[in-house]
């Protein structure tokens, strides 16, 4: 019997201090078979990433050996979590990365180091301190501001017009490039006039009361700020079957935060959603999600990486919103009696969608719409990987791994894309030019009436 078989044949190990979890049982798990690495798209792209393989077991193995640090190469890791997907073994490769990420960047900060020098009184240490903690210090920076983009995006809602213009402006998008390296060739996306929050104030909250059929939304932080029709088609569909939605306080879900090591405010934010998700949940709610990089965050990385009251018991009960009708309800006959105007669609599948099973769903659910046509662009990664593609240095990369995508989109009969993941569709949008929808408004289109709609 191995050491996987029972975990009763060797003392847990902590090796990382970011979590208390044991990960010894996965990292004995690989048997050094590669296809994580040859399912990598940022290792067939960038010479320098050494791959998945090194980032989790790898990495895990020399950690437990006094004196080694996390390798810095863990930053090039995209957090598409396609390895995880494609592991035999099970190995929990993306909780592997996402632990040594959260160390490495742990170890980058030297205010506490410093301090505590000076009260020592040992001045030269402290200055030591900070000249090597100042190296990088920009980049750090930049992760940070693009990582909490819940806080930037509610700060932008107070102005949308003038922080989409402001964000657009030719100068000020060089000037961020230089001074913080984010990328000056994508357009920002622009702030919605009135956040879907908002909105549901306005509306007076959920139109139907049904404690037998009751959702808590979480809408994250793109369909809030940036796209609250994506929201809005949600709370219409759900509705039109009779669901009571509810829409708890809530935060960022913490993918951007995970892809940058940045663990501490990921469970800040995990913290404030578990406490209002779980409490939903008791009160006979299911969670769904509209962006399947909120409900992997939710339903996989959540139990991962935080201990936290009722955190299994979210990640038990959340689901994708579409994934949702198609096990409670009959959609595919209300679809088969539709009929709407939409035209053809070449659709992509998020990575964090294929890790959850939905890669196929929105091919399969549209097949027989009268007035609508899907066509699947590939298996491809779209490239952006939330903050990746938006960083400087990364950017050729992330249009490199886009390309496939971009030339099967084109090669489509549709000149509209469809996506279920905000930041795959501004990938699309940006090497396509094409409009981007989601799913859930095809739905609405297809199945709730213009008067419905309308509040």
């Given at each position: 019997?191995?050491?996987?078989?029972?975990?009763?044949?060797?003392?847990?190990?902590?090796?990382?201090?970011?979590?208390?979890?044991?990960?010894?049982a996965?990292?004995?798990?690989?048997?050094?078979?590669s296809?994580?690495?040859?399912?990598?798209?940022?290792?067939?792209?960038?010479?320098?990433?050494?791959?998945?393989?090194?980032?989790?077991?790898?990495?895990?193995?020399?950690?437990?050996?006094e004196?080694?640090?996390?390798?810095?190469?863990?930053?090039?890791?995209?957090?598409?979590?396609?390895?995880?997907?494609?592991?035999?073994?099970?190995?929990?490769?993306?909780?592997?990365?996402?632990?040594?990420?959260?160390?490495?960047?742990?170890?980058?900060?030297?205010?506490?180091?410093?301090?505590?020098?000076?009260?020592?009184?040992?001045?030269?240490?402290?200055?030591?301190?900070?000249?090597?903690?100042?190296?990088?210090?920009?980049?750090?920076?930049?992760?940070?501001?693009?990582?909490?983009?819940?806080?930037?995006?509610?700060?932008?809602?107070?102005?949308?017009?003038?922080?989409?213009?402001?964000?657009?402006?030719?100068?000020a998008?060089?000037?961020?490039?230089?001074t913080?390296?984010?990328?000056?060739?994508?357009?920002?996306?622009?702030?919605?006039?009135?956040?879907?929050?908002?909105?549901?104030?306005?509306?007076?909250?959920?139109?139907?009361?049904?404690?037998?059929?009751?959702?808590?939304?979480?809408?994250?932080?793109?369909?809030?700020?940036?796209?609250?029709?994506?929201?809005?088609?949600?709370?219409?569909?759900f509705?039109?079957?009779?669901?009571?939605?509810?829409?708890?306080?809530?935060?960022?879900?913490?993918?951007?935060?995970?892809?940058?090591?940045?663990?501490?405010?990921?469970?800040?934010?995990?913290?404030?959603?578990?406490?209002?998700?779980?409490?939903?949940?008791?009160?006979?709610?299911?969670?769904?999600?509209?962006?399947?990089?909120?409900?992997?965050?939710?339903?996989?990385?959540?139990?991962?990486?935080?201990?936290?009251?009722?955190?299994?018991?979210?990640?038990?009960?959340?689901?994708?919103?579409?994934?949702?009708?198609?096990?409670?309800?009959?959609?595919?006959?209300?679809?088969?009696?539709?009929?709407?105007?939409?035209?053809?669609?070449?659709?992509?599948?998020?990575?964090?969608?294929?890790?959850?099973?939905?890669?196929?769903?929105?091919?399969?659910?549209?097949?027989?719409?009268?007035?609508?046509?899907?066509?699947?662009?590939?298996?491809?990664?779209?490239?952006?990987?939330?903050?990746?593609?938006?960083?400087?240095?990364?950017?050729?990369?992330?249009?490199?791994?886009?390309?496939?995508?971009?030339?099967?989109m084109?090669?489509?009969d549709?000149?509209?894309?469809m996506?279920?993941?905000?930041?795959?569709?501004?990938?699309?949008?940006?090497g396509?030019?094409?409009?981007?929808?989601?799913?859930?408004?095809?739905?609405?289109?297809?199945?709730?009436?213009?008067?419905?709609?309308?509040?």
């Open positions: 019997m191995s050491d996987a078989d029972s975990t009763d044949e060797f003392e847990p190990v902590q090796v990382f201090e970011t979590t208390d979890m044991d990960l010894r996965g990292s004995d798990d690989c048997y050094k078979c296809t994580c690495d040859t399912s990598c798209p940022v290792a067939e792209v960038d010479d320098e990433f050494p791959g998945p393989k090194f980032q989790g077991p790898e990495q895990w193995r020399l950690k437990r050996k004196g080694h640090e996390v390798d810095d190469s863990i930053t090039g890791c995209s957090n598409c979590m396609r390895c995880d997907d494609a592991c035999p073994s099970s190995v929990p490769l993306s909780q592997m990365h996402n632990t040594a990420r959260g160390e490495y960047v742990e170890e980058q900060r030297f205010g506490h180091e410093t301090l505590a020098a000076l009260r020592r009184g040992e001045p030269r240490e402290a200055l030591e301190i900070v000249r090597d903690g100042t190296d990088g210090l920009v980049e750090r920076l930049r992760n940070r501001v693009l990582a909490n983009y819940h806080t930037s995006a509610w700060l932008a809602s107070k102005a949308p017009r003038v922080a989409t213009r402001t964000m657009n402006f030719g100068p998008r060089w000037l961020m490039e230089k913080l390296g984010v990328t000056k060739e994508r357009d920002f996306p622009a702030f919605a006039e009135q956040t879907f929050r908002e909105w549901w104030v306005e509306r007076g909250g959920a139109h139907v009361e049904n404690p037998d059929k009751r959702v808590a939304y979480f809408h994250g932080c793109y369909s809030n700020f940036n796209t609250p029709e994506v929201a809005k088609a949600m709370v219409h569909v509705e039109e079957f009779g669901y009571e939605v509810l829409v708890p306080p809530q935060k960022c879900s913490g993918t951007p935060m995970f892809a940058n090591g940045m663990l501490t405010d990921a469970r800040r934010h995990a913290e404030t959603n578990v406490e209002n998700l779980a409490a939903a949940i008791d009160g006979g709610a299911d969670v769904i999600a509209s962006c399947t990089s909120c409900s992997m965050a939710l339903r996989q990385e959540y139990p991962e990486l935080f201990d936290l009251d009722g955190i299994e018991d979210v990640a038990a009960n959340t689901y994708e919103a579409v994934e949702y009708l198609r096990l409670h309800e009959d959609l595919e006959d209300e679809l088969d009696e539709a009929e709407v105007d939409a035209g053809e669609f070449a659709y992509h599948a998020p990575c964090h969608a294929r890790n959850q099973g939905l890669d196929r769903q929105a091919v399969e659910l549209f097949s027989d719409l009268d007035g609508a046509e899907i066509e699947d662009v590939g298996d491809s990664c779209s490239g952006i990987s939330g903050t990746y593609g938006w960083k400087e240095e990364k950017y050729d990369y992330s249009m490199e791994i886009g390309e496939e995508m971009f030339e099967h084109e090669s489509a549709g000149e509209t894309g996506t279920e993941c905000p930041t795959c569709a501004m990938q699309m949008e940006h396509t030019d094409y409009d981007i929808r989601h799913p859930l408004e095809l739905l609405a289109e297809a199945l709730v009436d213009d008067t419905a709609s309308a509040g």
